[in-house]
């Protein structure tokens, strides 16, 4: 049996409705919420590469804001210069419903709920990925929350808890029902986490059955990915999470891509290091001490693919103070060579 033919890259705005307030989005890849990594910050160095792409605060949970926390993680989205999303996760109907208005008055672009994190003590609280075991409650959530606020409504969800009993058309079809305005499907179960490979083939199922906007997710790491998956899924775009791990730019090469634009070039390694300062001298000025520490994972994403990047790695985690990293970057600078802005010899020292 012959394979179908490709599906076309889908183009220009699309078009989310809400309950009052509709939303045209204008650029087809998405940044993923990522917990503990997409603050402004970080959204602010996505931003410079992909202007116009909805990303995401990082997940809120509904009881924390009940609770007096997470607010900070909304603050200030109106000054953003492009879409801001803010996700929510809980089990509780009524919790979620207010968390949404609240964050809509923040200044929320839309409101995203969280169906799909694995991760297990949100999942066995009834969060995330939990909703998946409790589909009644899921729809039940997605109706208070549509019913709340004016802006659209989205979920963001996996194939289900696991193979056996995964019926994701169906789900998908009665989270349209709720009142999801557009859907964000990864293509793995709860129970594969992020192990083996994403089904794109199960996602263009779910895409051919529903009235709303279906985004692609999982397993896109570049431009050649997200038009691969387009092609085979048929989907109305594409979501990337873990692949802009120390690769802020990736967003907007994807985006060119899908455009038809050239591609931004990828950084250097000199510019690898520029950024990885500056990503830690902004998280240190808005956190302190407590900066420096979530600047660790992200210079240990960015500083790669050059000579000496995994020694430095190593000592960039154990660095004392922000001087004493910001010496260490500029160690690594000067040791580069100035003729070849990419010296990454297949050699141990590379990566």
Known sequence: MPSPAPHPCPTGPLQLEGNGTDRLLTCRVLQSPLAGVSDGIFRALVRRWAPEALLFTE?????ALELGHGGAKMAALDQDPGPVGVQLFDHRPDAMAEA???AEAAGAWLIDINMGCPVRKIARKGGGSGLLRQPDLALRIVAAVAA???VPVTVKTRLGWCGSSADPVGFALALQDAGARALTLHGRTREQGFSGKADWDAIGRVKAALRIPLIANGDIASPEDALR?????GADGV?????????????GRIAAALAGRPLPSEPDSHARIALAREHLEALVAARGDQGLLIARKHL???CQGFAGAARLRRELMVAPSLES??????????????SDPEPCPAGPGCR
């Open 59 to 63: 997940m809120v949970n509904a009881t």
């Open 100 to 102: 949404a208005r609240r």
């Open 148 to 150: 709340a606020v004016r």
């Open 229 to 233: 998956c387009l092609a085979i899924t």
């Open 239 to 251: 979501m990337v999470g873990r692949g802009t791990l120390g690769r802020p730019w990736l967003v």
């Open 300 to 302: 240990g994403w960015t």
């Open 325 to 338: 990293a910001l010496g260490l970057l500029d160690r690594a600078e000067a040791e580069l060579e100035v």
